[in-house]
């Protein structure tokens, strides 16, 4: 029986420990579940499935028409023999539009299920942006949550000195009350980092397709930054050649380009092709024999005679929506140019101050926190200064890992801004 007791918690253990090490969320794995798992990317992906259906349907002719008439039955007896005039007819007729118009017609829908494609293309790049960004964040409050247990942990260390040199005399009850408020102060952010923490973890579980409650774990390395030069020139090229939004206007441009065709080709007319057959019954009076049955070929046309009202204005109004579409395609440039700029000059700067940190504000801080904690030993260092000291360190290691944290999401950004799945170090795809 403890045999059986000892297996059965040696296995929960197992489990237990496999359900952490599982639990832990790389980057690379938020990325792939947010791709296989978020809604709106499935919506956006299946809106282009419809979209793609369009074209062939919309470059199709307009299906046949069969017809069966009774011609010139007479009303007193209904014979279908007691007139000559009278026949059951079959009919069939074909609607053909002038030639070009279904070409223009497909070409269109062509032109908007590319767009369509385009749109879900850029949702993603977007989705993993927005990925990126809240697994920074969460990557930067589990740093900044440690950073306050550990100053909590030195604040209670000062609290304790700070009495027991109280006791002895050798110090202030002042000194007492300082380091008991600034440990209340840390206390009430631990609360608001949690608080954020939570906030932050339900937005980023909401984006991977997941319960908003589910755990998330993060991982206990990170990776480091890079300092790969920004070609701001080159992104903005790529970004015009291959950032889906920007497709998307090109292929809005197209359509209504060949909308504009189609709207031209109206002033042609339609045709409307037909053949009847008439089954007559009876005979020919005048030699006895059976009357003979009738065949019928009809062509007709559409006549558009009202251009000044019709073909004219829609003409108007393609070639409108037409210069529309050109204008939002060029507004849509100058806005990721603009996106691009504003995120190229955010990375500069936020590496900079990253730079700054790590090789100047942190080790100053570290080095003041231990020069005034043995000046305060010796009764060189009063005690405000000591905890003003400490507390500069925490509020430094904070903005250091904040800093670092902003580094990769303003390549995130700036990836997105230029249409790239990846910023450096991946092919783009």
């Given at each position: ?41 499935h ?11 369009i ?29 000559a ?14 030639p070009?118009k279904?070409?223009l017609k ?6 908007l ?21 809240h ?22 260390n000062?609290?304790r ?30 609360l ?10 339900a ?87 059976r ?20 073909q ?15 204008f ?39 080095q003041?926190t ?16 000591l ?11 904070m ?20 249409g ?10």
């Amino acid at each position: 029986m403890p045999l059986f007791k000892t297996g059965w918690l040696l296995l929960a253990l197992f489990s237990y420990s496999t359900f952490a090490m599982a639990s832990t969320l790389t980057l690379k794995q938020a990325e792939d579940l947010a791709l296989a798992n978020n809604p709106s990317l499935h919506a956006a992906d299946s809106n282009a499935v419809a979209m793609a259906a369009i074209p062939s349907q919309a470059g199709s002719l307009p299906d046949p028409t069969l017809s069966l008439n009774a011609l010139n039955l007479p009303v007193d007896s209904f014979s279908t023999s007691q007139e000559a005039m009278t026949q059951l007819q079959l009919g069939i007729s074909q609607s053909l539009p002038f030639p070009g118009k279904l070409g223009l017609k497909q070409q269109a829908a062509s032109e908007l299920a590319g767009a369509a494609v385009s749109n879900r293309d850029e949702l993603r790049l977007l989705l993993l942006r927005n990925v990126r960004i809240h697994w920074w964040n969460l990557a930067y409050l589990d740093k900044a949550l440690l950073i306050v247990q550990n100053n909590q942990a030195l604040l209670r260390n000062l609290v304790r000195v700070s009495e027991a040199k109280y006791k002895t005399g050798t110090g202030l009850q002042q000194d007492v009350l300082l380091a008991q408020l600034e440990l209340s102060k840390l206390l009430e952010k631990e609360l608001d980092l949690k608080s954020e923490h939570a906030s932050q973890s339900a937005n980023l579980n909401a984006l991977l397709g997941r319960d908003s409650a589910t755990p998330i774990e993060m991982p206990g390395t990170l990776p480091e930054v890079t300092t790969a030069p920004i070609d701001v020139i080159a992104l903005k090229q790529w970004a015009k050649e291959n950032r889906p939004v920007l497709n998307s206007l090109t292929r809005h441009i197209d359509a209504a380009d060949a909308m504009v065709a189609l709207a031209e080709k109206d002033y042609y007319p339609d045709f409307k092709l037909g053949a009847a057959y008439g089954f007559r019954s009876g005979s020919n009076p005048a030699n006895g024999q059976r009357r003979s049955d009738m065949a019928s070929i009809m062509l007709s046309m559409t006549l558009p005679i009202y251009t000044g009202s019709k073909q004219d204005r829609a003409v108007d109004q393609r070639r409108a929506e037409k210069a529309k579409a050109q204008f939002t395609w060029q507004d849509g440039l100058n806005r990721v140019n603009a996106e691009i700029d504003s995120a190229a000059s955010d990375l500069r700067i936020v590496r900079e101050q990253l730079s700054l940190f790590r090789q100047g504000i942190i080790p100053q801080s570290r080095q003041t926190t231990a020069s005034m904690l043995a000046g305060y030993q010796v009764n060189k260092v009063d005690f405000l200064n000591l905890v003003r000291a400490q507390l500069s360190e925490f509020n430094n290691d904070m903005q250091q890992w904040q800093t670092y944290a902003r580094v990769h999401q303003a390549e995130a950004r700036l990836a997105a801004a230029a249409g790239k799945k990846y910023l450096n170090g991946e092919t783009d795809e």
